[in-house]
């Protein structure tokens, strides 16, 4: 619709500048003529800048919208990052913790009734040297 009403109005032009080949120049209706076709021209000329600056918005539009995208997605992978990073340190502690604790309890023994203490393999060395008081 809004292509079809702009043919018909540059086809009015045109029909406006064929019509002033067949006028004479010293009339009125010549200098008439000549203002109808430059305030068309005009009109045309307004409207193509109009249009320029709506499809700028439009596209400057759709780069924003693209950029937000990107940028969702960027976060999206950022935080699923930060996740598996937190897992891992996470992993980090526990996993050690967990090994040393497996390997001080299996290393645990009861030596005897009369004394009545735990031994470990694992901190055999580290006992004699605590002070108790």
Known sequence: MENEIR???DDE???AIEELKYLRKDTK???DAVDTVARMYKIRTEEIAADRAFMAKSDETLDRERDYEIRKE???S???SRRWKLGADLAGIIVPAAIYALCF???LKYEGEEE???TSH???SVIPKLKIR
Do not use: H, N, P
């Open 13 to 15: 032009l045109r029909a």
């Open 116 to 118: 009545g203490i735990y």
């Open 105 to 107: 309890f299996r290393g």
């Open 7 to 9: 043919d018909l109005f």
């Open 29 to 31: 209706a010549y200098s």
């Open 78 to 80: 950022e935080r699923i």
């Open 122 to 124: 694992t901190l055999k």
């Open 74 to 76: 960027q976060l999206q």
